[in-house]
């Protein structure tokens, strides 16, 4: 019989070993216990669908001319490519890109990216924050539509399975124009092009402490969105952080008499136990209206608080924000364990939407309308297909990887960072 300090040495050694797939956040035991979680596989076993390996040569952000929009490509010892639009925030984090996302994945077969994601929170927990994250994400994201084009598949399709092919989109503006009038306007125009039956605005101040861009903005945008639109219109509203759980829940109670179908982050993002405060008082008001939120939100052990205290009824993470495909698919597990809805954020256009499509189209507890920039950004890069939604949906790419071509003559005028 092994003795208690064999044991305890038996069982940390049996930790520090890396396992491909092992759990990535503690879950608790049927006493209520947290515990890290035994080795488990991988949601996709890409050695099973790639019989060799696919070392990473390469790992690049490029800025196209004239407009600068950041590219992310990936590159492995055959010359096969992944490519994908860089996150929102490569700008701003370049630094990290090159100092952590470059070395945890150059050099590395591509098929172990969910054990390459684990090593890099284990190994770089000191510098965890949305920003590595987010120089992180946008690698792994593009290191899926390597793997999908080495084994010629959809994205979607190694997810799996395929549950819709359209995916009916809203039109999301980005803006806080004081002018009402204006911005109004500005949505009439995009849904008569493109058929789309819904929108979202934005309300409040971002991060405002209740406070309006102007004052009587907010209630003044939702009825004249409504009075424009009619009840037909499915409406989503955006406070960015703006309002504390009191302010929070008059809010609420507007947008419910105007009939607004989801209420988006209305609380600062990192007090989530406010956030949880708010959507439990609307439940109890028993409102249709539901709480969103989760763009922000990167560390799994958060998820796992927001999800399994039920802080939000539609779970919203970002695909790169949050560290990835593999890190989102674990945020969606959590979700859907809670009996919550699913609705990424994703603010793009055109191509660019592509991964939220693939996720989209796996999902099995997919909520509503998904999300479409109506201020387009000009995709100033040679690809196909053009993609833009028809009668307020788009079409699932059939390309393998992410189903985005993008064409060679980009890397001869673009400036590598």
Not at 313 to 322: H, K, R, S
């Amino acid at each position: 019989m092994l003795s208690r300090r064999a044991l305890i040495g038996s069982a940390l050694a049996s930790v520090a070993a890396p396992v491909m797939g092992q759990g990535i956040v503690a879950t608790r035991d049927a006493r209520g216990r947290l515990r890290f979680p035994p080795a488990s596989p991988p949601p996709v076993d890409f050695r099973a669908l790639i019989d060799r390996p696919v070392v990473i040569r390469g790992v690049e952000l490029w800025l196209t001319q004239p407009g600068q929009t950041p590219l992310i490509r990936v590159i492995d010892q055959d010359g096969a490519t992944g490519v994908v639009r860089g996150s929102t925030k490569a700008d701003g984090t370049v630094e990290l890109f090159k100092k952590f996302a470059v070395p945890r994945f150059v050099g590395r077969d591509a098929r172990d990216v969910f054990d390459l994601v684990r090593r890099a929170a284990r190994e770089d927990y000191e510098y965890a924050g949305l920003p590595y994250w987010s120089a992180l994400g946008q690698v792994e994201v593009a290191i899926w539509d390597l793997l999908g084009q080495v084994a010629g598949m959809r994205c979607a399709a190694m997810i799996g399975p395929v549950l819709r092919e359209t995916i009916p989109i809203y039109m999301s503006s980005n803006r806080r124009d004081p002018d009402v009038a204006a911005e109004i306007a500005h949505l009439q125009a995009r849904v008569a092009e493109t058929g789309a039956r819904a929108v979202k605005v934005k309300i409040g101040r971002r991060m405002g402490y209740n406070t309006d861009v102007a004052a009587g903005r907010t209630a003044a945008l939702i009825a004249g969105v409504r009075r424009t639109f009619g009840d037909a219109m499915t409406i989503y509203a955006d406070a960015n952080g703006a309002y504390d759980s009191v302010i929070g829940l008059e809010i609420a109670a507007m947008l419910e008499d105007h009939g607004v179908a989801m209420l988006e982050e209305p609380c600062p993002f990192e007090d989530f136990e406010m956030t949880a405060q708010l959507t439990a008082r609307i439940r109890r008001r028993r409102y249709r209206l539901k709480v969103g939120g989760g763009e922000n939100d990167y560390a799994l052990e958060r998820w796992r608080w927001l999800t399994s205290h039920r802080a939000l009824d539609v779970i919203q993470p970002d695909p790169m924000y949050a560290g990835g495909v593999a890190r989102n698919l674990a945020i969606m597990a959590m979700g859907r364990a809670a009996g919550l809805a699913y609705n990424p954020h994703f603010p793009r256009n055109g191509a660019d939407t592509a991964p939220m499509l693939h996720l989209c189209a796996t999902a099995p507890k997919l909520w509503g309308y998904q999300e479409y920039r109506s201020r387009e950004d000009v995709l100033d890069f040679a690809h196909t297909p053009m993609l833009a939604p028809r009668d307020g949906a788009i079409s699932l790419p059939t390309g393998p990887g992410w189903g985005i071509g993008y064409d060679p003559s980009i890397w001869r005028t673009a400036v590598r960072t």
